[in-house]
T-cell receptor
Framework: AQSVTQLGSHVSVSEGALVLLRCNYS??????LFWYVQYPNQGLQLLLK??????LVKGINGFEAEFKKSETSFHLTKPSAHMSDAAEYFC????????FGAGTRLTVKP | NAGVTQTPKFQVLKTGQSMTLQCAQD?????MSWYRQDPGMGLRLIHY???????DQGEVPNGYNVSRSTTEDFPLRLLSAAPSQTSVYFC?????????????FGQGTRLTVV
């Protein structure tokens, strides 16, 4: 079965610094990959997804992710963190069903 | 533009009680699913449905029942609640059970079993 592993349950950055959230996947077939964000006491919201085509995917709120098949990775980045980016982020892989990583909580320090 | 609606938002149950978590979507999606979210474990799939009258088990189905009588509704039933079922529950829908379709989530139900 397909799975994802998120490296780091907590990441803390200063406002204006680079955000890097790591995700590695395991899949025997070309994967479909997603990043979701969860703000406190809310449901999950799609940030971006990779299905086919361009390996650099741009999403909402300035986030992007790059699919690297050779590294089985789909890391999420943002050049400059804002206070409003503080949330929990989930990487997911989909075959018929969607399977999620354990999540990474992002803290942004002023 | 409601999307996926879950009720209630919060619930406290005593061990052994039963209850139903409601989920409705207005996007005419074929695929609906229930997840539970626990700290450090992400979201785990409980049950899913690919259409009215069709349901199947996910990763953690024990202690939960589902049914799908209409396209719109997908309730989750706890027949005899246990403290281990304390969690946040999310309902999600997708247009179809196709790998490249995104999931749309409800706001969640925070359940505490005492």
């Amino acid at each position: 079965a397909q799975s994802v592993t998120q490296l780091g349950s907590h990441v803390s950055v200063s406002e204006g610094a680079l955000v890097l959230l790591r995700c590695n996947y395991s899949s025997s077939v070309p994967p479909y990959l997603f990043w979701y964000v969860q703000y406190p006491n809310q449901g999950l919201q799609l940030l971006l997804k990779y299905t086919t085509g361009a390996t650099l995917v741009k999403g909402i709120n300035g986030f992007e992710a790059e699919f690297k098949k050779s590294e089985t990775s789909f890391h999420l980045t943002k050049p400059s963190a804002h206070m409003s980016d503080a949330a929990e982020y989930f990487c997911a892989v989909s075959d018929y069903d969607m399977r999620f990583g354990a999540g990474t909580r992002l803290t942004v320090k002023p | 533009n409601a999307g996926v609606t879950q009720t209630p938002k919060f619930q406290v149950l005593k061990t052994g009680q039963s209850m139903t978590l409601q989920c409705a979507q207005d996007m005419n999606h074929e695929y609906m699913s229930w997840y539970r979210q626990d700290p450090g474990m992400g979201l785990r799939l409980i049950h899913y449905s690919v259409g009215a009258g069709i349901t199947d088990q996910g990763e953690v189905p024990n202690g939960y029942n589902v049914s799908r009588s209409t396209t719109e509704d997908f309730p989750l039933r706890l027949l005899s609640a246990a403290p281990s079922q304390t969690s946040v529950y999310f309902c999600a829908s997708r247009p179809t059970r196709t790998a490249n379709t995104e999931a749309f989530f409800g706001q969640g139900t925070r359940l505490t079993v005492v």
